[in-house]
């Protein structure tokens, strides 16, 4: 008989950090696969799951030592400290959110662990790893968040009002970057009330936007748009199509009063979207909330975790969004873990196997060696 599969499922230890990566719902989804899943005491309370509830879904609860204690797969939702898993067996899957390129170090210490290591925020952009996107699943609701945010940091209400006292005009909305985030962002300032536009630099997304009932913005006179990326992704835009978007958008910018700026290249420093003069020519009262703030930023003056007035804008960008709304980013990050776990499970071998298409992207190390291509092109 083939021995069950532990998955060991840690508390968080990042500051800020509020997710879990397992909920009751996946835990008991994991139990009928044939695993055996360990949740570290206190894992859940930040998302208002109790030790209870995981008890009741069939998951042995205890202090970390006994949790990691044999474990096969460790789920985390950000990279574990490696000298917490001393005692996981080489050979043992960690699944998380990893940050390869910026925990350089924590990978090499993974691979001399003997760890495999699987970043599930390099998961493909493909059709049979859509629901195991976490990117996707988090970005939906941080899009969310960001307009929540910037309409709460904003002096005046959103949708037009008739009064008796008058009329209250609506908010002009402008999101820049219409991925997932950016797509949820534009859907929930319409909700809320706002004229929304929006810009991006794949021509593709025009049809979206305008699906959502927002105002493309988009440099029409200027051919060789590069912005179609590999993968799903955003990649980089021809020069002459950049200064053309920058003169169209600073007349446009001067307009609106909130802005949401979502724009990343994977592995690389969030591009600049948003000047210091771009702001000053904004009304004072204005709300820009950058997404990317996290990874340098997409507007310039934006800090991590606060709030920055200049020229009378205020500038906002969490560290973290989707930790502002732990529940359901935890339900969602969750749900991917197991749609990859499940996806792969192989009943005679007792767990999961990876084939060559997902497994090859989103492996970083294995058997003592980082084996990730763009990481080991990194060491060249």
């Known amino acids: 008989m083939t021995p069950q599969r532990r998955i060991a499922v840690l508390a968080e230890r990042a500051t800020g950090e509020t997710r879990v990566a397992a909920t009751p719902e996946?835990?008991?989804?994991?139990?009928?696969?044939?695993?055996?899943?360990?949740?570290?005491a206190g894992a859940g309370l930040s998302a208002s799951i109790s030790d209870a509830d995981y008890r009741a879904a069939g998951a042995e609860v205890g202090p970390v030592d006994s949790v990691l204690a044999g474990a096969d797969i460790v789920f985390a939702v950000q990279g574990p400290d490696p000298a917490l898993l001393?005692?996981?067996?080489?050979?043992?899957?960690?699944?998380?959110?990893?940050?390869?390129?910026?925990?350089?170090?924590?990978?090499?210490?993974?691979?001399a662990a003997g760890l495999e290591v699987l970043a599930m925020e390099l998961m493909p952009r493909i059709t049979r790893a859509q629901s195991m996107d976490v990117l996707s699943s988090q970005s939906n609701l941080a899009g969310?968040?960001?307009?929540?945010?910037?309409?709460?940091?904003?002096?005046?209400?959103?949708?037009?009002?008739?009064?008796a006292a008058g009329t209250v005009?609506?908010?002009?909305?402008?999101?820049?970057?219409?991925?997932?985030?950016?797509?949820?962002?534009?859907?929930?300032?319409?909700?809320?009330?706002?004229?929304?536009?929006?810009?991006?630099?794949?021509?593709?997304?025009?049809?979206?936007?305008?699906?959502?009932?927002?105002?493309?913005?988009?440099?029409?006179?200027?051919?060789?748009i590069e912005g179609e990326g590999s993968g799903g992704y955003a990649g980089e835009m021809s020069e002459e199509y950049q200064r053309a978007?920058?003169?169209?958008?600073?007349?446009?910018?001067?307009?609106?009063?909130?802005?949401?700026?979502?724009?990343?290249?994977?592995?690389?420093?969030?591009?600049?979207l948003v000047t210091d003069a771009q702001v000053a020519s904004m009304k004072p009262g204005s709300v820009i909330f950058d997404l990317a703030a996290p990874?340098?930023?997409?507007?310039?003056?934006?800090?991590?975790?606060?709030?920055?007035?200049?020229?009378?804008?205020?500038?906002?960008?969490?560290?973290?969004?989707?930790?502002?709304?732990?529940a359901d980013t935890s339900a969602l990050y969750a749900r991917n873990l197991f749609n990859f776990v499940s996806a792969f499970w192989d009943?005679?071998?007792?767990?999961?196997?990876?084939?060559?298409?997902?497994?090859?992207?989103?492996?970083?190390?294995?058997?003592?060696?980082?084996?990730?291509?763009?990481?080991?092109?990194q060491d060249s």
């Open 26 to 40: 996946t835990v008991r989804k994991l139990s009928a696969l044939g695993a055996l899943v360990a949740v570290e």
């Open 245 to 272: 978007q920058a003169e169209l958008v600073s007349a446009h910018i001067a307009k609106q009063d909130i802005v949401i700026t979502t724009a990343l290249i994977p592995g690389r420093a969030a591009p600049r």
């Open 144 to 163: 969310y968040k960001a307009v929540l945010a910037a309409a709460d940091a904003y002096g005046r209400a959103f949708p037009m009002m008739m009064t």
């Open 347 to 377: 009943k005679e071998q007792g767990g999961p196997v990876l084939d060559a298409e997902i497994g090859d992207a989103v492996r970083l190390t294995r058997g003592g060696q980082v084996v990730h291509p763009r990481l080991q092109r």
């Open 169 to 224: 005009s609506a908010a002009r909305c402008f999101v820049m970057g219409v991925g997932v985030a950016g797509l949820q962002a534009i859907a929930t300032a319409r909700r809320l009330g706002a004229q929304v536009s929006a810009t991006d630099v794949r021509s593709a997304t025009k049809e979206q936007i305008q699906s959502l009932g927002a105002k493309p913005i988009f440099v029409e006179s200027v051919a060789g």
């Open 295 to 326: 990874q340098g930023g997409n507007v310039e003056g934006s800090v991590p975790d606060q709030v920055i007035e200049r020229h009378g804008v205020k500038i906002i960008g969490y560290s973290n969004t989707p930790a502002h709304l732990p």
């Open 86 to 111: 001393g005692s996981v067996a080489s050979g043992a899957w960690v699944v998380a959110i990893l940050d390869p390129f910026g925990q350089r170090a924590r990978v090499d210490a993974y691979a």
